[in-house]
């Protein structure tokens, strides 16, 4: 298995609080995604980061931020969390272009927004 | 409408069946196709990718129809260990890697 590891696995909180999700890999890979998944839809991206302080928007990237101070680690903040933000949240890496496209997820984390 | 689309399901098969899943796809000027499973509550896996020639892996065969937009997964000689839910995935990475909502499959004994 890919060297993945989220943290907390799960996690209840209240509307308005803010919450950060750790990612944390061993494999030394530039590219780190997080993504959202919740039922009757796929996967969608969050954000994701090309490299230490370098992190882009995907396609659901309001009322999250991200950062990246260390290759290993990309963390996750929802700033004032909100009941659609109750979602499974997995942190993913990858290779981009040649034969790599493929990506490697971690175990998820389920969080709650009451 | 939806960039990959996938039949929920579920697919309920018996042990040994043969059973096949379509995804169609909307973004003609996409390269890469997948299919991951998804086990119950855990980490979607990448099963394979799908080449423009077809592919096959033991019992698994993936197919790619570009004039149709659609790829497919055939799964033959199902096994109770093959039940999931399998993720159909086009596109390429950063950021234009778009997910089915997932196909889920049960075999039963």
């Known amino acids: 298995d890919a060297g993945i590891t989220q943290s907390p696995r799960h996690k209840v909180t209240e509307t308005g609080t803010p919450v950060t999700l750790r990612c944390h890999q061993t494999e030394n890979h530039r590219y780190m995604y997080w993504y959202r998944q919740d039922p009757g839809h796929g996967l969608r991206l969050i954000h994701y980061?090309?490299?230490?302080?370098?992190?882009d928007k995907g396609e659901v990237s309001d009322g999250y931020s991200v950062s990246r101070s260390k290759t290993e680690d990309f963390l996750l903040t929802l700033e004032s969390a909100t009941s659609s933000q109750t979602s499974v949240y997995f942190c993913?890496?990858?290779?981009?272009?040649?034969?790599?496209?493929?990506?490697?997820f971690g175990p998820g984390t389920r969080l709650t927004v009451l | 409408r939806k960039e990959v689309e996938q039949d929920p399901g579920p697919f309920n098969v018996p042990e040994g069946a043969t059973v096949a899943f379509n995804c169609t796809y909307s973004?003609?000027?996409?390269?890469?196709f997948f299919w991951y499973r998804q086990d119950c509550r855990k980490e979607p896996k990448l099963l394979m990718s799908v080449y423009s020639s077809g592919n096959e892996d033991g019992r698994f065969t993936a197919q790619l129809n570009r004039a149709s937009q659609y790829i497919s997964l055939l799964i033959r000689d199902s096994k109770l260990s093959d039940s999931a839910t399998y993720l159909c995935v086009v596109g390429e990475v950063p950021n234009d890697m778009r997910f089915g909502a997932g196909t889920r499959l049960t075999v039963k004994p």
């Open positions: 973004n003609s000027a996409s390269q890469s």
């Open positions: 980061s090309y490299g230490v302080k370098d992190t």
């Open positions: 993913a890496i990858g290779r981009v272009g040649g034969a790599g496209n493929e990506q490697f």
